[in-house]
């Protein structure tokens, strides 16, 4: 297993600005999620954080608006840039420890924009 | 590409009804599927997973069968509590690991 925590839990952020959020796990892997939870709805990736690579996004979401750095094993920060009120959502890391036979999810950060 | 379909929410049962929560899914390969759980105020869990055609994975009473004849994964439990309440996740892992979700189901039980 892992033990996941986030920074910052929530945060009230005003329009047009940037919030970084920062994943950090107790163990080393090597691959890392991001993943956003919009109000009411699933869970849907926003890329992967592989250690020593570029992030690799999935369609609808691009590096400009949600860079992501993975420095080591244990950590990794997803920033989302000039932020709008579509923004508000719940954005989670996780990590596979296992080979795709399980994935542990962080607590999330709850984003909410003015 | 890869999809997961599950029922449609909100579930209402009172303690001890049966459940099942139908999820089914669509994939090129062979691969793994979860159901988590989120409850009330708290992080997404990994409730039970199986990994290949025939297994059965199981915990805290609940349980789920990998059908690939009929792509299915349903979730099932013999008798509900109330803590049972929460949102429930149907999802699938790739060959490169990721996971794809289902919409989330709601339980909600009554005592």
């Known amino acids: 297993s892992a033990v996941i925590s986030q920074k910052p839990s929530r945060d009230i952020c005003q329009r047009g600005t940037s919030l970084t959020i920062q994943c950090q796990v107790d163990s080393q892997v090597t691959m890392m999620f991001w993943y956003r939870q919009q109000p009411g709805q699933s869970l849907t990736l926003i890329a992967t954080?592989?250690?020593?690579?570029?992030?690799?996004?999935e369609s609808g979401f691009v590096i400009d608006k949600f860079p992501i750095s993975r420095p080591n094993l244990t950590f990794s920060t997803l920033t989302v840039s000039n932020m709008s009120p579509e923004d508000s959502s719940i954005y989670l890391c996780?990590?596979?420890?296992?080979?795709?036979?399980?994935?542990?999810f962080g607590p999330g950060t709850r984003l909410t924009v003015l | 590409g890869d999809s997961v379909t599950q029922m449609e929410g909100p579930v209402t049962l009172s303690e001890e009804a049966f459940l099942t929560i139908n999820c089914t899914y669509t994939a090129t390969g062979y691969p793994s599927l979860f159901w988590y759980v989120q409850y009330p105020g708290e992080g997404l869990q990994l409730l039970l997973k199986?990994?290949?055609?025939?297994d059965k994975g199981s915990n805290k009473g609940f349980e789920a069968t990998y059908r690939k004849e009929t792509t299915s994964f349903h979730l099932e439990k013999g008798s509900v509590q109330v803590s049972d309440s929460a949102v429930y996740f149907c999802?699938?892992?790739?060959?490169?690991?990721?996971?794809?979700f289902g919409s989330g189901t709601r339980l909600l039980v009554r005592p």
């Open positions: 996780s990590v596979d420890t296992s080979g795709g036979t399980e994935q542990f």
């Open positions: 999802a699938l892992s790739d060959s490169s690991y990721k996971l794809i």
């Open positions: 199986a990994t290949k055609a025939d």
């Open positions: 954080a592989n250690q020593g690579s570029e992030a690799t996004y």
